[in-house]
């Protein structure tokens, strides 16, 4: 039997595991000169803008939040359809997430329900690019500023992604990125804020960093309550060696993206019952290709026969407002019938740098006996 394929994993060179070793022989591994450098390189990508790096891409929107002076009393709308952490970031600052259904084509965040949730109370949105795939953005901001409403754009899987040739992060209000290990370019665990001006980044170092400002050799003081959230030298480090090659690695995601439709066919959808993805080659990096299945078969099975085949499947995401946090809240089942739909039957298929095409190949026929084995029954 072939190796295990798994749906995700990194690719880390030589040359940047050697820059990692010479930051563990400096004697300063913890935020420094490769930190500073990072977040250069990182605002001159995004067009200039002030840039901020952190230990996850889960306290950057916290710390947007803060920034944004939201906290109890405020509503921040979303999507049921994300990792957990966008949703539980609202309540640490001590505001109430409202929940809008998404695009069953897209999965993205529907704007028009956005719309509709919109309240006196209302004082952000928090849309999440699931897969990469950016929402209407121009729709986004013209909601956002009808309303005077905050956006925290939750980019986390959207390095390399753009809208109309301009770089996700390079415009807008603030923007999240994650580098944890299994999206497009790493830091091992990591993130970013892109921020709007200087006095925003100070304050964002203030956070990050125990709310802590420091003047002369010993001038210290403490003005908010931040948090421990500094991205070490050692990260950074990485992070470095696989920025400088996000147009490869994005390119790359977009070939194989491509070869995933043209193995499957015109035809997978109406003999599977299942559901691609959009073709999308401008906007997209292609950080996760993810089908929807047919309702005849469980997530679960599939999973374990794809296993059976030594590939991997993930799974991005189950519905936030379905957890016992939430419904302890008051959500419950029928509130959003298309992310509860998506939510159950959506499936990650392996996506990563260091895959070929034959991977791809492989993944497809093993999927492709799978279902006809489903519908020989």
């Known amino acids: 039997m072939s190796n295990f394929l798994p749906f995700s994993r990194p690719t880390i060179d030589e040359a940047t595991i050697a820059s990692v070793a010479d930051v563990l022989r400096s004697g300063w591994i913890t935020s420094g000169s490769k930190v500073a450098e990072f977040e250069k390189q990182l605002s001159v990508y995004f067009g200039g803008r002030p840039v901020r790096t952190f230990n996850s891409g889960t306290c950057t929107m916290e710390i947007a939040l803060r920034i944004a002076g939201i906290g109890e009393g405020d509503e921040v709308i979303t999507t049921p359809i994300s990792w957990v952490a966008t949703a539980n970031v609202i309540l640490e600052v001590g505001a109430t997430p409202v929940f809008a259904d998404i695009d069953p084509v897209t999965r993205n965040i529907d704007l028009d329900k956005v719309e509709a949730a919109i309240t006196p109370k209302t004082r952000a949105i928090i849309p999440v690019y699931l897969a990469g795939k950016p929402v209407d953005m121009d729709r986004l901001y013209a909601i956002a500023n009808k309303h005077k409403l905050r956006v925290i754009e939750d980019a986390?899987?959207?390095?390399?992604?753009?809208?109309?040739?301009?770089?996700?992060?390079?415009?807008?209000?603030?923007?999240?990125?994650?580098?944890?290990?299994?999206?497009?370019?790493?830091?091992?665990?990591?993130?970013?804020?892109?921020?709007?001006?200087?006095?925003?980044?100070?304050?964002?170092?203030?956070?990050?960093?125990?709310?802590?400002?420091?003047?002369?050799w010993d001038g210290i003081d403490v003005d908010v309550l931040g948090g421990k959230y500094n991205m070490t030298d050692i990260a950074a480090a990485i992070g470095l060696g696989q920025f400088s090659k996000l147009n490869e690695i994005t390119a790359r995601r977009h070939k194989l993206a491509k070869h995933y439709f043209v193995t499957l066919g015109k035809d997978f959808e109406a003999q599977t019952g299942a559901q691609l993805p959009p073709e999308d080659y401008e906007s997209t990096n292609w950080h996760l290709f993810q089908i929807v299945l047919p309702e005849r078969i469980t997530r679960a099975d599939f999973m374990a026969r794809m296993k059976e085949h030594n590939i991997g499947i993930g799974y991005h995401y189950a519905p936030i407002h379905l957890f016992k946090l939430y419904r302890a809240l008051g959500f419950k089942e029928g509130m959003f019938p298309v992310a509860e739909r998506v939510g159950r039957q959506i499936v990650s298929l392996p996506m990563f740098y260091a895959m070929d095409e034959g991977d791809v190949g492989r993944t497809c026929a093993a999927m492709c006996e799978v279902f006809s084995n489903w519908r020989s029954k």
């Open 156 to 216: 986390a899987q959207a390095i390399g992604s753009s809208w109309q040739g301009k770089p996700i992060g390079s415009f807008g209000d603030f923007v999240s990125f994650s580098f944890q290990a299994n999206k497009n370019i790493t830091t091992s665990e990591g993130g970013c804020l892109v921020l709007n001006n200087a006095e925003e980044a100070a304050l964002a170092e203030k956070y990050r960093l125990q709310g802590v400002t420091r003047s002369g």
